[in-house]
């Protein structure tokens, strides 16, 4: 995809295979479809989310590298009690 007059260029690609269905759902529901949107989070955001397990950041980490990406700076730390708020907005007290 070309981007503005500037001709950036945009990688469409999709997020890697094997991933669980929890793990797609949790990506879903804060708008990533494709790879290079989890630039915009730290994986610190991504790792909180209910479903994102040890073996899924792995595989994401591993595509984005594979793309020359990575995640975002890591911002400030949620605060106990409130996971999701940082990426969602939403709170959310479960532990």
């Known amino acids: 995809m070309l981007v503005g007059r500037g001709m ?16 797609r759902r949790a990506l879903s529901a804060i708008g990533v479809s494709e790879l290079h949107q ?5 994986e610190l955001e991504i790792r909180l989310l ?3 397990g040890p073996k899924a950041i792995a595989r994401l980490r ?3 590298a594979q793309s020359g990406w990575s995640f975002a700076e890591e911002r400030n730390r ?3 009690g409130r996971r999701h708020q940082a990426v969602t907005g939403h709170v959310s007290t479960s532990r």
């Not at 950036?8 to 793990?23: E, H, T």
């Open 50 to 52: 209910h479903g994102m």
């Open 78 to 80: 949620p605060r106990p």
């Open 8 to 23: 950036m260029i945009i990688d469409d690609r999709p997020l890697p295979d094997g991933m669980s269905a929890p793990a």
């Open 38 to 42: 989890l630039t915009r989070f730290c």
């Open 62 to 64: 591993a595509a984005m």
